[in-house]
């Protein structure tokens, strides 16, 4: 296993793999609140062999080259995560996504994590375009967004239904010749 330093501050990232299905509930147990009102993330492990599955699903879907997920690990401790929720080698495209429970929050943890992940995309595997989406209430999904040098694509109204409420999305993108040109 390897761990990527995120800073002088302890943040690791690091693969996040099925066996540490425990691990991974114990954090979403912590993270559910924040994490609940925007994704289904959070509700798809909602007890061991729920989460279990949900790290399953993205080691086959690493094994496939479609997608990754990493954990964002502070002084030991789970608190978040990154991953390409998509991945195509074939197009150049992939999109990124993220999550984190309040112990992380106001450390710039998520915008580290993704700017290893974007370079990562860009640099070794060729990625032209790197989407975000988020929903347009979820403010603060998109200063993640706008920090990371991303330009809003446009809003897709009343995308998705999720708890009984159609939410926008807004579609984010960094094309790999402006994430070059942005890091000098």
């Known amino acids: 296993m390897f761990a990527i330093s995120l800073g002088d501050d302890g943040a690791e990232l690091r693969p996040l793999e099925t066996w540490q299905a425990q691990e991974f509930l114990s954090h979403m147990d912590r993270a559910r609140a924040l994490v609940d009102p925007w994704i289904p993330f959070a509700a798809a492990a909602a007890d061991l062999d729920s989460a279990r599955a949900l790290l399953q699903r993205y080691a086959d879907s690493q094994a496939a080259d479609t997608g990754r997920l990493y954990g964002i690990w502070l002084d030991g401790t789970l608190v978040g995560g990154v991953l390409f929720r998509t ?63 991303m330009t809003r694509d446009g809003v897709m109204r009343e995308r998705y239904l999720y708890r009984g409420e159609r939410h926008d999305s807004e579609i984010w993108s960094v094309l790999a010749p402006e994430w070059r040109a942005q890091r000098g």
């Open 87 to 149: 991945f195509e080698a074939g197009t150049g495209n992939c999109e990124v996504g993220c999550w984190l429970e309040p112990a992380g929050e106001g450390r710039g943890l998520v915008t580290r994590a993704m700017r290893k992940l974007i370079d990562w995309a860009v640099d070794v595997r060729g990625m032209h375009r790197v989407e975000w989406v988020a929903s347009s209430a979820n403010t603060r999904s998109v200063a993640v967004a706008k920090r990371l040098g």
